[in-house]
């Protein structure tokens, strides 16, 4: 039986994309036979009050294993802070800590992956390391640091870019392979290095989390997730705005930095039509994404953010709800080669408005596109699938 260490920053019972990614290629490697162990820290993302209430912590599998296999870091400094100086410390922190984790266990362990962002996580598991622990890790790439930094506007690092491009080489470097979640990463990283081995691994679904409730009897719109530095906050008021003005529903389940911003905005502007939602657990956000029409995702337009999958587009599309989004790159292409949604690149707030109204008047089109999203879920978006792909690339 190989015993393979999984690395992550974020990890059950943590909401967001990254966390519940790391839940099931945890649990679906243990469902196969591996035994699998996590370095992680304690649930703190959006907040760690949350998680205080026992709604969070619903996956039996998980909650009945073994205590060790879930190794969580002890932290001095809190990860979820607004100051990108201070995020720093917490990073730099974990960094060192998992650094001196591996150094002193991976003997243990047949295989180490380690997944990014923060990139902290696989520079301590892959710099001033021993070659038999290099030897046996993958890298798991989900965004590319240091250029989203940069992208964010909120802390100037370029005098720090060419050491930090230099480190990023060397990470894609000492990997034994590398894991993507988006197939335009490729290209990107085939820049500093040659002759490594990729499996595009995205984001996906399980049968069992599968649970649909009736469409709302009015067309409607929904938006879940992150609203942070990487979302456009000023965008998506703009949008509620003249979804309200249109009548047309939109609701809205939002966490992360600007999220409180967003709540008032909505209540200072008394939008009739616009409803946000408390945080609910991974389930039940994907059936209450279900009950709506279109599903909303936008990005701050910078080419790092254009170029990215993220987890709310695949959680709409795996719940027969298509998609309209600024969004370019391999996403775009995906979209339109499936016709799952309307992608226009960099769009203005009229644009994205103008494509939610075609959907509301042309009911064929919304039906097409609907029924549509059931083969891309087949084909692209499920773990039982994929896991299997997963397994055949670190065998």
Not at 109 to 126: E, H, K, Q, R
Not at 296 to 312: A, D, H
Request: charged content about 25%.
């Amino acid at each position: 039986m190989k015993r393979i260490l999984l690395i992550s920053q974020n990890f059950y019972p943590e909401i967001g994309s990254a966390a519940n990614r790391m839940k099931n290629i945890f649990n679906h490697l243990e469902e196969q036979g591996y035994d699998v162990y996590i370095l992680t820290t304690q649930p703190s993302y959006p907040n760690e009050k949350m998680y205080k209430d026992k709604k969070y912590w619903n996956d039996p599998f998980i909650n009945g294993i073994s205590e060790n296999k879930v190794i969580r870091l002890s932290m001095r400094h809190e990860k979820q802070k607004k100051s990108m100086s201070s995020r720093l410390y917490y990073y730099i922190e974990f960094m060192l800590k998992v650094h001196y984790f591996v150094r002193n266990t991976e003997e243990h362990f047949d295989l180490i992956y380690v997944t990014s962002p923060n990139i902290f996580a696989p520079w301590g598991t892959l710099f001033l390391q021993k070659d038999s622990a290099t030897d046996k890790t993958i890298l798991e790439i989900r965004d590319l640091w240091p250029d989203s930094v940069t992208a964010l506007d909120k802390i100037n690092i370029d005098i720090f870019m060419p050491m930090l491009k230099l480190m990023e080489k060397r990470m894609y470097q000492n990997a034994k392979k590398i894991v993507v979640n988006n197939m335009s990463f490729i290209p990107h990283i085939n820049k500093y290095v040659k002759n490594k081995d990729f499996l595009f691994l995205p984001n996906a679904i399980n049968n069992e989390e599968l649970n649909f409730r009736p469409k709302k009897e009015t067309f409607s719109v929904v938006y879940t997730g992150n609203l942070g530095f990487a979302q456009d906050n000023t965008q998506l008021e703009e949008i509620a705005v003249e979804l309200n003005r249109l009548k047309i529903p939109f609701n809205a389940i939002v966490y992360g930095v600007h999220a409180n911003e967003f709540r008032q905005f909505v209540n200072d502007q008394q939008l009739k039509y616009v409803h946000v939602y408390e945080t609910l657990p991974k389930s039940e956000c994907l059936s209450f994404t279900s009950e709506h029409h279109i599903a909303l995702s936008i990005l701050k337009q910078s080419e790092v953010f254009m170029n990215v999958l993220p987890g709310k587009v695949i959680d709409a599309l795996c719940m027969e709800v298509p998609v309209v989004t600024n969004l370019g790159g391999f996403t775009k292409e995906l979209i339109q080669d499936y016709e799952v949604g309307i992608d226009i690149e960099s769009a203005t707030t009229e644009k994205l408005i103008e494509a939610i109204l075609e959907y509301r008047n042309n009911p064929v089109l919304l039906r097409n596109h609907t029924e549509n999203t059931k083969k891309i879920r087949s084909e692209i978006f499920m773990w039982e699938t994929n896991i299997h792909r997963l397994i055949d690339f670190i065998s």
